[in-house]
Protein backbone atom coordinates (compact mmCIF):
# COMPACT_ATOMS: atom_id res chain seq x y z
CA UNK A 1 0.00 0.00 0.00
CA UNK A 2 0.68 3.53 -0.25
CA UNK A 3 -1.24 5.04 2.46
CA UNK A 4 0.85 8.23 4.55
CA UNK A 5 -1.14 9.01 7.39
CA UNK A 6 -0.35 12.53 9.25
CA UNK A 7 -2.16 14.28 11.96
CA UNK A 8 -3.05 17.61 10.82
CA UNK A 9 -2.35 20.46 12.75
CA UNK A 10 -0.13 21.62 15.40
CA UNK A 11 0.60 24.85 17.29
CA UNK A 12 3.48 25.31 19.28
CA UNK A 13 5.14 28.29 21.48
CA UNK A 14 8.52 30.14 20.03
CA UNK A 15 10.97 28.56 21.95
CA UNK A 16 9.70 25.12 22.64
CA UNK A 17 9.72 21.49 21.11
CA UNK A 18 7.02 20.33 17.99
CA UNK A 19 6.46 17.05 17.36
CA UNK A 20 4.97 15.41 14.25
CA UNK A 21 3.89 12.04 13.93
CA UNK A 22 3.48 9.69 10.43
CA UNK A 23 2.82 6.34 9.61
CA UNK A 24 3.27 4.77 6.07
CA UNK A 25 2.41 1.19 4.80
CA UNK A 26 5.27 -0.03 2.54
CA UNK A 27 7.72 -1.80 4.61
CA UNK A 28 9.84 -2.68 1.09
CA UNK A 29 10.68 1.75 1.31
CA UNK A 30 14.33 2.33 1.74
CA UNK A 31 14.33 6.28 2.70
CA UNK A 32 11.32 8.07 4.84
CA UNK A 33 11.71 11.81 3.96
CA UNK A 34 10.54 14.86 5.73
CA UNK A 35 9.67 17.97 3.63
CA UNK A 36 8.68 21.75 4.48
CA UNK A 37 6.25 23.29 2.55
CA UNK A 38 6.08 26.97 3.17
CA UNK A 39 2.76 29.19 1.79
CA UNK A 40 3.30 29.22 -1.88
CA UNK A 41 6.64 27.55 -2.01
CA UNK A 42 7.47 24.36 -3.61
CA UNK A 43 8.67 21.14 -0.97
CA UNK A 44 12.29 21.60 0.68
CA UNK A 45 13.80 18.57 1.68
CA UNK A 46 14.52 18.84 5.12
CA UNK A 47 15.91 15.47 6.13
CA UNK A 48 15.81 12.00 5.69
CA UNK A 49 16.28 8.60 7.10
CA UNK A 50 17.60 4.93 6.03
CA UNK A 51 15.40 2.55 6.87
CA UNK A 52 17.88 0.41 8.83
CA UNK A 53 18.32 3.33 11.13
CA UNK A 54 16.56 4.04 14.54
CA UNK A 55 17.00 7.44 14.68
CA UNK A 56 18.75 10.59 12.97
CA UNK A 57 20.26 13.85 14.54
CA UNK A 58 20.84 16.93 12.14
CA UNK A 59 20.86 20.33 14.08
CA UNK A 60 17.89 21.40 15.56
CA UNK A 61 16.02 17.66 13.95
CA UNK A 62 15.44 14.47 14.97
CA UNK A 63 14.22 11.85 13.42
CA UNK A 64 12.99 8.33 14.80
CA UNK A 65 12.20 5.36 12.68
CA UNK A 66 10.31 2.65 14.31
CA UNK A 67 10.19 0.50 11.31
CA UNK A 68 8.34 -2.91 13.62
CA UNK A 69 5.45 -0.30 13.56
CA UNK A 70 5.92 1.86 10.44
CA UNK A 71 6.19 5.23 12.67
CA UNK A 72 7.98 7.81 11.72
CA UNK A 73 8.38 11.38 13.93
CA UNK A 74 10.09 14.83 13.35
CA UNK A 75 11.03 16.77 16.30
CA UNK A 76 12.02 20.80 16.28
CA UNK A 77 13.86 21.66 18.81
CA UNK A 78 14.10 25.29 19.69
CA UNK A 79 11.11 26.07 17.25
CA UNK A 80 11.06 29.41 15.61
CA UNK A 81 8.81 31.30 13.80
CA UNK A 82 10.47 30.64 10.27
CA UNK A 83 9.49 26.86 10.96
CA UNK A 84 6.02 27.83 10.61
CA UNK A 85 4.89 25.39 7.48
CA UNK A 86 3.44 22.60 6.54
CA UNK A 87 5.30 19.47 6.82
CA UNK A 88 4.70 16.52 4.61
CA UNK A 89 6.40 13.16 5.47
CA UNK A 90 7.35 10.87 2.37
CA UNK A 91 8.50 7.03 1.77
CA UNK A 92 10.20 6.14 -1.56
CA UNK A 93 8.26 3.38 -3.44
CA UNK A 94 11.17 0.81 -4.75
CA UNK A 95 8.30 -0.96 -6.87
CA UNK A 96 6.78 2.28 -7.92
CA UNK A 97 10.23 3.43 -9.73
CA UNK A 98 11.33 5.17 -6.21
CA UNK A 99 8.61 7.33 -6.82
CA UNK A 100 7.52 9.37 -3.19
CA UNK A 101 4.14 8.99 -1.68
CA UNK A 102 3.54 11.57 0.49
CA UNK A 103 1.27 12.11 3.56
CA UNK A 104 -1.84 14.64 4.09
CA UNK A 105 1.18 17.13 5.84
CA UNK A 106 1.09 18.52 9.12
CA UNK A 107 0.56 22.32 9.61
CA UNK A 108 2.71 23.70 12.20
CA UNK A 109 1.95 27.47 13.18
CA UNK A 110 4.54 29.19 15.73
CA UNK A 111 3.23 31.49 18.41
CA UNK A 112 5.71 33.86 19.21
CA UNK B 1 22.43 25.52 -12.53
CA UNK B 2 19.53 27.04 -9.93
CA UNK B 3 17.68 23.92 -9.43
CA UNK B 4 14.40 22.93 -11.04
CA UNK B 5 12.36 25.39 -12.52
CA UNK B 6 9.16 25.37 -13.48
CA UNK B 7 6.82 27.89 -15.77
CA UNK B 8 4.23 28.90 -15.21
CA UNK B 9 4.55 29.62 -11.89
CA UNK B 10 0.54 30.47 -12.41
CA UNK B 11 -2.02 30.21 -14.90
CA UNK B 12 -5.64 30.76 -14.57
CA UNK B 13 -7.76 29.36 -18.12
CA UNK B 14 -11.78 28.95 -18.76
CA UNK B 15 -12.89 25.13 -18.47
CA UNK B 16 -12.66 23.73 -21.75
CA UNK B 17 -9.27 25.09 -22.54
CA UNK B 18 -5.48 23.48 -23.11
CA UNK B 19 -2.83 24.34 -20.78
CA UNK B 20 0.60 23.49 -21.05
CA UNK B 21 3.37 23.26 -18.21
CA UNK B 22 7.22 23.14 -18.62
CA UNK B 23 9.61 21.81 -15.85
CA UNK B 24 13.36 21.82 -16.46
CA UNK B 25 15.11 19.97 -14.08
CA UNK B 26 18.77 19.93 -12.78
CA UNK B 27 20.80 19.70 -15.63
CA UNK B 28 22.42 16.01 -14.75
CA UNK B 29 19.45 14.22 -13.69
CA UNK B 30 18.07 11.68 -15.89
CA UNK B 31 14.96 11.36 -13.81
CA UNK B 32 12.13 13.27 -13.89
CA UNK B 33 8.66 13.12 -11.75
CA UNK B 34 5.27 15.38 -11.91
CA UNK B 35 3.31 15.66 -9.06
CA UNK B 36 0.13 17.06 -8.68
CA UNK B 37 -1.34 18.54 -5.71
CA UNK B 38 -4.80 19.93 -4.08
CA UNK B 39 -5.50 22.06 -1.72
CA UNK B 40 -5.22 20.49 2.03
CA UNK B 41 -3.42 17.13 0.79
CA UNK B 42 0.06 15.66 0.03
CA UNK B 43 1.68 15.85 -3.54
CA UNK B 44 0.52 12.87 -5.19
CA UNK B 45 2.25 11.43 -8.40
CA UNK B 46 1.11 11.37 -12.02
CA UNK B 47 3.98 10.55 -13.51
CA UNK B 48 8.05 9.31 -14.22
CA UNK B 49 10.13 9.33 -17.18
CA UNK B 50 13.67 8.11 -16.89
CA UNK B 51 15.32 10.42 -19.78
CA UNK B 52 12.99 10.33 -22.61
CA UNK B 53 11.42 7.70 -21.60
CA UNK B 54 8.19 7.43 -19.59
CA UNK B 55 8.39 4.55 -17.69
CA UNK B 56 5.37 4.93 -15.61
CA UNK B 57 1.58 6.84 -15.70
CA UNK B 58 -0.73 7.23 -12.25
CA UNK B 59 -4.42 6.28 -13.20
CA UNK B 60 -4.71 10.00 -12.09
CA UNK B 61 -3.45 10.83 -15.24
CA UNK B 62 -6.67 10.88 -17.49
CA UNK B 63 -6.72 10.86 -21.61
CA UNK B 64 -6.70 14.61 -20.92
CA UNK B 65 -3.36 14.66 -19.24
CA UNK B 66 -0.06 13.92 -21.32
CA UNK B 67 3.56 14.50 -20.68
CA UNK B 68 6.71 14.64 -22.79
CA UNK B 69 10.70 14.95 -22.24
CA UNK B 70 11.82 14.90 -25.92
CA UNK B 71 15.36 15.45 -25.34
CA UNK B 72 15.74 13.75 -22.13
CA UNK B 73 16.28 17.54 -20.72
CA UNK B 74 12.92 19.66 -20.08
CA UNK B 75 9.43 18.58 -20.18
CA UNK B 76 5.78 19.43 -20.77
CA UNK B 77 2.70 18.44 -18.94
CA UNK B 78 -0.53 19.34 -20.86
CA UNK B 79 -3.69 19.15 -20.00
CA UNK B 80 -6.58 19.29 -22.84
CA UNK B 81 -10.09 20.67 -22.17
CA UNK B 82 -9.48 21.39 -18.60
CA UNK B 83 -11.87 20.74 -15.58
CA UNK B 84 -12.70 22.52 -12.42
CA UNK B 85 -11.20 19.49 -11.14
CA UNK B 86 -7.98 19.92 -12.45
CA UNK B 87 -7.41 23.62 -9.90
CA UNK B 88 -3.83 22.25 -8.53
CA UNK B 89 -0.69 22.98 -8.02
CA UNK B 90 1.78 21.06 -10.57
CA UNK B 91 5.01 20.22 -9.06
CA UNK B 92 7.69 18.81 -10.72
CA UNK B 93 10.84 16.94 -9.60
CA UNK B 94 14.56 15.66 -10.29
CA UNK B 95 16.40 12.96 -9.17
CA UNK B 96 20.25 11.79 -10.91
CA UNK B 97 18.91 8.08 -10.63
CA UNK B 98 22.79 7.40 -9.51
CA UNK B 99 23.79 3.82 -8.55
CA UNK B 100 20.24 3.18 -8.78
CA UNK B 101 18.91 4.81 -6.35
CA UNK B 102 18.42 8.89 -5.10
CA UNK B 103 18.24 10.40 -1.45
CA UNK B 104 17.02 14.00 -2.65
CA UNK B 105 14.45 14.48 -5.04
CA UNK B 106 14.49 18.08 -6.11
CA UNK B 107 11.85 19.94 -6.31
CA UNK B 108 10.61 23.07 -8.50
CA UNK B 109 8.26 25.70 -7.08
CA UNK B 110 5.41 24.36 -9.07
CA UNK B 111 2.92 25.60 -11.26
CA UNK B 112 -0.35 26.82 -9.93
CA UNK B 113 -3.57 26.16 -12.12
CA UNK B 114 -6.75 27.72 -11.67
CA UNK B 115 -9.50 26.64 -13.62
CA UNK B 116 -12.80 28.81 -13.75
Known amino acids: GEDVEQSLFLSVREGDSSVINCTYTDSSSTYLYWYKQEPGAGLQLLTYIFSNMDMKQDQRLTVLLNKKDKHLSLRIADTQTGDSAIYFCAETLRRGNNRLAFGKGNQVVVIP | DTGVSQDPRHKITKRGQNVTFRCDPISEHNRLYWYRQTLGQGPEFLTY????????KSRLLSDRFSAERPKGSFSTLEIQRTEQGDSAMYLC??????????????FGQGTRLTVV
Open chain 2, 49 to 56: FQNEAQLE
Open chain 2, 93 to 106: ASTTGSQGFDTEAF
